[in-house]
Every structure is written in C-alpha cells, then in structure tokens.
C-alpha cells in the first residue's frame, strides 16, 4: 500500500485504507472473544489496549470520510476513552464499574453512528445503522444483565461465563464496526462518496 491518504485523495486509495481498518477492527474482535482465557486482571488491561486500538482505527478510517468525518472522529475517540480508562486500571478495581463503563461505551457509540447514518445514504447508512442497532442492544443486553451480575459477583465472585459474555459483546461491537466500514471502502471503490 502507499502512503496514507487523506480526504482529499482519490476514493479508490481511500477505500483500500479503510478495508484495511475494517479487517483490523474485525480482528480486534477475535482477539476480544478470546478473554476469558485471560485473568481478570489482565484481561482489563487487554480491554483497554483493544479499545485504544480500535479507537485509533476508527479515527484513522474517519479521517478519511468527507460529511461524515466529523462524528467518526468522536465516535473513535470516546473508543480511545473508553479504553483509557481500562488501561490505566481505572476498571480493573472493581468488575460493575468494568459494565458500566462498556454498557455507557456501546450507549454513545449508538447514539453517534445513528447521527453519522443521516450524513451517509445506501449501503453505507444501513451499515452504519445495523453498527449503531448493535451497540445499542449490546448496551441493552448489559443493562439487563447487570441486576444479574450483581447478584452472581456478590454470591459467587466474577465467574468465567461473566467475562465470557462479556468479551462477546465487546467482540461483537468490533465485528458490526469493522463490517460497516467494509462497506465503506465498498462504496468508496464504487466512487461513491463516504
């Protein structure tokens, strides 16, 4: 590949670097499905890098949209955020405010990739509709999973399906983004504009 491109370049180039950052995103997901296999503790830690990495991602395939940039941006920075505050074991002290955090993550995310599909129009504005679904019934599914988990982690204290389920969601958040900006390299190599 050549240099990095910027919104100014051709669609064609554009698209290729935005492929690039779907497969990468999509990658970040398998490597989230495979947390439970890690410590709590490190598996925090590990969070934070993949929320930090996709954010940078994120940003970087935003960079180069055109009326949509704006809210790509943002919706990769709240990632890179979100992914701070696990790095720097700001959630690793406790395993709630670990879902809290996520479950706020996938609530703003839905809400910014709803706004950027009123910016973007076919395949790119169902795409970007059926990321912004999935975050939000991710974010849905921990909010009614958290009076449960509650409940588990008093009784029990965090259990391997908890980080399991856990880690499909994040894993799942990642596979819906790098799908939709899959189709918008599609639509960029189809001259149409992203």
Do not use: N, Y
Request: aromatic residues 6%.
């Amino acid at each position: 590949m050549t240099a990095i491109p910027s919104s100014h370049s051709d669609l064609a180039s554009r698209g290729k670097w935005i492929a690039t950052a779907g497969w990468l995103i999509i990658l970040l997901g398998a490597g989230a499905a495979l947390l439970p296999m890690l410590e709590r503790r490190g598996g925090a830690i590990v969070i934070g890098v993949l929320l930090i990495a996709g954010g940078l991602i994120e940003i970087l395939a935003g960079s180069l949209r055109h009326a949509a940039r704006p809210l790509a941006l943002v919706t990769g920075a709240v990632t890179i955020f979100a992914g701070t505050l696990f790095a720097t074991e700001t959630a690793t002290r406790f395993f709630l405010p670990a879902v809290t955090i996520v479950m706020g993550w996938l609530f703003v995310r839905a809400i910014l990739l709803a706004l950027t599909s009123r910016l973007t129009s076919g395949g790119v504005r169902r795409w970007t509709l059926i990321a912004a679904a999935t975050d939000f019934l991710l974010a849905l599914v921990l909010l009614v999973g958290i009076q449960i988990a509650s409940l588990v982690v008093a009784l029990l204290g965090v259990t391997e399906p908890l980080i399991a389920s856990f880690a499909w969601i994040l894993a799942l958040s990642f596979v819906a983004t790098g799908l939709m900006l899959l189709e918008v390299a599609s639509c960029a190599r189809a001259a149409e504009d992203v």
